[in-house]
């Protein structure tokens, strides 16, 4: 072997791999300032409604609430979010400023400006669409790579390899998960897609909508396991059927609110926590079948990202939901395990101390 061979092979593998990059302070202001007036905009939506704010634990989480009366009488809740300093003050201070979506689509663009990553302006208006006929008030969950993406803003930095995707999955926690998301507002999924007219039509299991000009791009409806398997179950609040999936459920029980970026303005969306998600990958690739992982490159990779971020900014964290996941049984560990293994593979030199 050469010396040149030698010192190129010393080279590379002298390379720590980077995951991220900080965004900029200008950008993570423009995010924060948008943020909060998002925010405080949803507060002041439900607050010119009859009823009053609520604050209430949820399997030791504490979360805010609108409970307000419908036409019949019976309380509703409005979920406003994960409590926090931030959303507690905004509350107390709903009745003051003048936030116009104008004035929001005025901050969305001087953020994007300042360089806070945005979605794809077609993906941005289905998730739009779903988000004002109610999706996430009646419990949904954003899930798969647009969160990932999302992230982005969230935790102040941007993906080294954040491809974008052409699937939009959303989620549901069906009858067999408690989260903290009440379910019951209404709306019927399928009118409201076909009120977007892009052209999605059904497949046959009714759990995926696809375009046949653009076949690349479909919707997805996802939920937890139930007592009948994998057989795709009909959400009744949602008038939607939804493909149940294993492991689903670790994801969505505490989910927190995020604020994604588009030309058309910001969208709030329920997201699953960053350490949740980026331990449900290793899941999803563990669970995958043996010839398929190859495919899974991008599971592996997320997780990566996200884990490389937690075990440098926040390794407690990590580490208790690492712990949780261990102790929801052997089938649960061995999946995460063999995660674990191809990312050390992948990524050998990455932190992956706080997973024990």
Same mark, same amino acid.
């Given at each position: ?18 995951? !991220? ?43 805010? !609430? ?37 004035? &929001? ?62 699937? &939009? ?57 139930? %007592? ?50 980026? &331990?449900?990958?290793? &899941? ?48 649960? %560990? ?23």
């Amino acid at each position: 072997m050469s010396w040149d061979v030698v010192i190129l092979k010393f080279i590379f593998l002298s390379i720590t791999f980077v995951f !991220y990059t900080p965004l900029s302070t200008a950008a993570q202001t423009a995010y924060a300032s948008l943020n909060s007036a998002s925010m405080l905009e949803g507060v002041r939506s439900v607050a010119s409604l009859p009823g009053s704010f609520s604050r209430k634990l949820v399997k030791g989480h504490a979360y805010w !609430y609108y409970q307000t009366p419908d036409l019949t009488g019976k309380q509703t809740q409005i979920f406003l979010g994960l409590a926090s300093d931030e959303l507690t003050q905004l509350i107390a201070q709903h009745r003051c400023g003048d936030g116009t979506k104008t004035h &929001l689509r005025q901050l969305t663009r001087q953020a994007i400006a300042a360089g806070c990553p945005a979605i794809v302006s077609s993906h941005a208006k289905i998730i739009e669409r779903l988000a004002d006929a109610g999706f996430f008030r009646a419990g949904g969950i954003l899930v798969g790579t647009h969160v990932y993406m999302a992230y982005q803003n969230y935790l102040g930095v941007r993906w080294q390899s954040a491809a974008q995707t052409v699937d &939009l999955d959303f989620a549901h926690a069906g009858r067999n998960v408690s989260v903290a998301i009440p379910s019951d507002v209404t709306m019927d999924m399928g009118s409201e897609i076909e009120a977007l007219k892009m052209g999605f039509v059904p497949v046959r299991s009714l759990t995926t909508y696809v375009k046949s000009d653009e076949t690349d791009l479909q919707i997805d409806f996802v939920t937890s396991l139930h %007592r009948g398997g994998d057989t795709p179950i009909l959400i009744k609040s949602l008038n939607a059927t939804m493909q149940p999936l294993k492991f689903m459920e670790f994801s969505m029980v505490a989910p927190i609110q995020i604020t994604l970026l588009a030309q058309r303005g910001p969208i709030t969306v329920n997201a699953p926590p960053p350490e949740k998600y980026a &331990l449900h990958k290793l &899941l999803v690739y563990g669970e995958r079948p043996q010839n398929m992982r190859i495919k899974a490159a991008k599971d592996i990779e997320q997780a990566a990202g996200l884990i490389d971020y937690l075990a440098e900014n926040d390794a407690d964290l990590l580490h208790e939901t690492w712990v949780d996941l261990m102790e929801r049984g052997p089938g649960w %560990r061995k999946r995460a395990a063999d995660g674990l293994f191809a990312l050390k593979t992948k990524f050998p030199d990455m932190n992956t101390t706080p997973l024990g």
